[in-house]
């Protein structure tokens, strides 16, 4: 059984920095890729960014390009999520997934972590 757990949520002001993590277990981690979403209250949940499975290669939503970047660590199997530059429109709780194939479509991943809350203040 696959286990993904994030944490390094909070409360953060507008131009702050979180670091959110994801650690996996029940997997051969390093042979799958990862990916974040999240989900705004009412609203449906969105892709955020994924990491290839060695970690090469990486992509991100537009609103996010420029402030988020997605790294992993294979020795500690984890991923994480450094975001920046931090918005209110940021505010959502954050999922950690993993799935067979390297993708920005929810149905990709099999996965699914139990979120960590990132509220982002005026």
């Known amino acids: 059984q696959v286990q993904l757990v994030e944490s390094g949520g909070g409360l953060v002001q507008a131009g702050g920095s979180l670091r959110l993590s994801c650690a996996a277990s029940g997997r051969t981690f390093s042979t799958y890729p990862m990916g974040w979403f999240r989900q705004a209250p009412g609203k449906e949940r969105e892709f955020v960014g994924a990491i290839s499975r060695n970690g090469g290669t990486t992509s991100y939503t537009d609103s996010v390009q420029g402030r988020f970047t997605i790294s992993r660590d294979k020795g500690k199997n984890a991923v994480y999520l450094q975001m920046n530059s931090l918005k209110p429109e940021d505010t959502a709780v954050y999922y950690c997934?993993?799935?067979?194939?390297?993708?920005?479509?929810?149905?990709?991943?099999?996965?699914w972590g139990q979120g960590t809350q990132v509220t982002v203040s005026s």
């Open positions: 997934a993993t799935g067979p194939k390297y993708s920005s479509l929810r149905n990709d991943y099999d996965y």
